[in-house]
T-cell receptor
Framework: KNQVEQSPQSLIILEGKNCTLQ??????????LRWYKQDTGRGPVSLTI?????NTKSNGRYTATLDADTKQSSLHITASQLSDSASYIC??????????????FGRGTQLTVWP | NAGVTQTPKFRILKIGQSMTLQCTQD?????MYWYRQDPGMGLKLIYY???????DKGEVPNGYNVSRSTTEDFPLRLELAAPSQTSVYFC???????????????FGPGTRLTVT
């Protein structure tokens, strides 16, 4: 069964600290993995997209890693800011060519950054 | 570019009422999607469209209908609202072209629907 599992479910950190969010998936065949940021009351916004051949990709203070062999990904946030408080969603695409454009969504990790 | 816009932002329906959630994109994307997001759950695909005049069911289509008469618009219709349809609904769009890299999917701001 195609699934995307994220951990932890929620996380509280102090402003300026770093954190790492985890994503494990069983989606197969695998095409690409995305991390989205969803602010409260807003739609998800893409942070990174990685194909199976990419190990790491950065977007400012966000760095995503991918191990396609173990089917694991992580999102590392450096020097957190209050504006990083949001839900971070891991999304996996099973194949590039499908006309469905099917994406499998994790439940998200709710990150809260305290001053 | 306004991107993906959705109306209304909020709506309360009584059981058995009907309504249409509107979605418009101005990016000339061929693919459009409707998702629902229940509290603490991942987004689930309701319906999608690969172009004007073409729609298909996603993971949770029961109780909903869609149409795609233009590239820009993809309305979602609820005919007989039920409490189980209380959720946040997101419309999204993307441009898929054979032979190109992973496509980006853009989401609207969402419609929060309560059925009582």
């Amino acid at each position: 069964k195609n699934q995307v599992e994220q951990s932890p479910q929620s996380l509280i950190i102090l402003e300026g600290k770093n954190c790492t969010l985890q994503c494990n998936y069983t989606v197969s065949p695998f095409s690409n993995l995305r991390w989205y940021k969803q602010d409260t009351g807003r739609g998800p916004v893409s942070l990174t997209i990685m194909t199976f051949s990419e190990n790491t990709k950065s977007n400012g203070r966000y760095t995503a890693t991918l191990d396609a062999d173990t089917k694991q990904s992580s999102l590392h946030i450096t020097a957190s800011q209050l504006s990083d408080s949001a839900s971070y969603i891991c999304v996996v695409s099973p194949d590039r060519g499908s006309t469905l454009g099917r994406l499998y969504f994790g439940r998200g990790t709710q990150l809260t950054v305290w001053p | 570019n306004a991107g993906v816009t959705q109306t209304p932002k909020f709506r309360i329906l009584k059981i058995g009422q009907s309504m249409t959630l509107q979605c418009t994109q101005d990016m000339n994307h061929n693919y459009m999607y409707w998702y629902r997001q229940d509290p603490g759950m991942g987004l689930k695909l309701i319906y999608y469209s690969v172009g004007a005049g073409i729609t298909d069911k996603g993971e949770v289509p029961n109780g909903y209908n869609v149409s795609r008469s233009t590239t820009e618009d993809f309305p979602l219709r609820l005919e007989l609202a039920a409490p189980s349809q209380t959720s946040v609904y997101f419309c999204a769009s993307s441009y898929l072209e054979t032979g190109t890299g992973p496509y980006e999917q853009y989401f609207g701001p969402g419609t929060r629907l309560t059925v009582t």
